[in-house]
Structure formats: structure tokens, C-alpha cells
């Protein structure tokens, strides 16, 4: 999540959280936060057209937080409603942690009956030549003397 995201969650300034963070910068290993480098920052700037009120937050290089980082935050900003932001993002990550177990679960069923479909595919596709080669061998073969009880109208 980017700082200024965190910051309107929290109710506090983007500066005010910023500092916070570098104040302290030991708690947030590179797993936890990082900046964007000045070519990813401006990447990020050049997908967003912005007037210049909205640059507020965007003259600097944001700070990106994981989970972890998200949730070292409750310790550095420690106020009550840091730790009740910090809960529900808590478990807005768990749920989306699930939804991505379903997914992914669902996709791998998908492959398999996606799997199994080519594979009868094939199947039938090898029947119907059996088929094929049966009917012309049948119409390659001279017709056969019927044998058995023959009616008088076919003597």
C-alpha cells in the first residue's frame, strides 16, 4: 500500500506518517518498505494525468509498504485508530490472501477437466477413425451371399 493511501486511512498527513517511518527506519526492513526509485516514480507519475492540486502527494517518491510493513506501522504511529486502521487491513489481506487460495485452486480444477476434455477429445477422434477405416474395408469387400431363411419374393 502506498503511504498517501495509509496516511487518509489513518487521518494523519503523508509528512507526519513519512516521519514516522524514518524516525523509525530500523523496524522497516526492505521486505516490509520500500521507496519507488526516481525511474519507477516516474513511470507511476506518467500513468496518471493529474492538475497540479492533485500533485500533493506526488511530488516525492512514495513509500510502498507490504503486509508486514503495514503492520509495523501500528507500532510506530501507536494511537487508537492506527490500531483499529491497522485490524481492518489486517484482515482485508487475510481475505484477500483466501481469495487468491481459491482462485488459484480453481484454476488448477479448470486445467484439469480442461486436461481431461483434450484427452477425450482425442479419444473420440480415435473412434471415429476406427470408424472410417471400418466403413471402407466394409465397402472395399465384395457384398456377402446372405445365408439363412430367404422369402420367396427374394429367390
Same mark, same amino acid.
Not at 61 to 68: A, K, L, N
Given at each position: 500500500m502506498l503511504d498517501r493511501d495509509l496516511a487518509e486511512?489513518?487521518? #494523519?498527513?503523508?509528512?507526519? #506518517?513519512?516521519?514516522?517511518?524514518r524516525?523509525?527506519?530500523?523496524?522497516?526492513?526492505?521486505?516490509?518498505?520500500?521507496?519507488?526509485?526516481?525511474?519507477?516514480?516516474?513511470?507511476?507519475r506518467s500513468q496518471f494525468v493529474t492538475s497540479n492540486s492533485d500533485r500533493m502527494?506526488?511530488?516525492?517518491?512514495?513509500?510502498?509498504?507490504?503486509?508486514?510493513?503495514v503492520l509495523?506501522?501500528?507500532s510506530v504511529l501507536n494511537s487508537k485508530k492506527?490500531?483499529?486502521?491497522?485490524?481492518?487491513?489486517?484482515?482485508?489481506?487475510?481475505?484477500m490472501r483466501q481469495m487468491l487460495t481459491d482462485t488459484l485452486s480453481l484454476k488448477l480444477e479448470i486445467e484439469e477437466i480442461r486436461k481431461k476434455v483434450q484427452n477425450q477429445d482425442k479419444n473420440i477422434e480415435l473412434v471415429f477413425s476406427y470408424l472410417d477405416e471400418l466403413i471402407t474395408k466394409q465397402?472395399?469387400?465384395?457384398?456377402?451371399k446372405r445365408i439363412g431363411y430367404k422369402p420367396d419374393h427374394l429367390v
Open positions: 486511512l489513518y487521518g #494523519l498527513d503523508t509528512k507526519v #506518517l513519512k516521519q514516522q517511518v524516525r523509525n527506519l530500523n523496524r522497516f526492513p526492505d521486505d516490509f518498505m520500500f521507496e519507488l526509485t526516481k525511474e519507477e516514480f516516474e513511470n507511476w502527494g506526488l511530488r516525492y517518491s512514495p513509500m510502498v509498504f507490504t503486509e508486514h510493513g509495523m506501522l501500528s492506527a490500531i483499529a486502521v491497522n485490524i481492518q487491513i489486517m484482515r482485508i489481506f487475510t481475505r465397402e472395399e469387400q465384395p457384398p456377402r
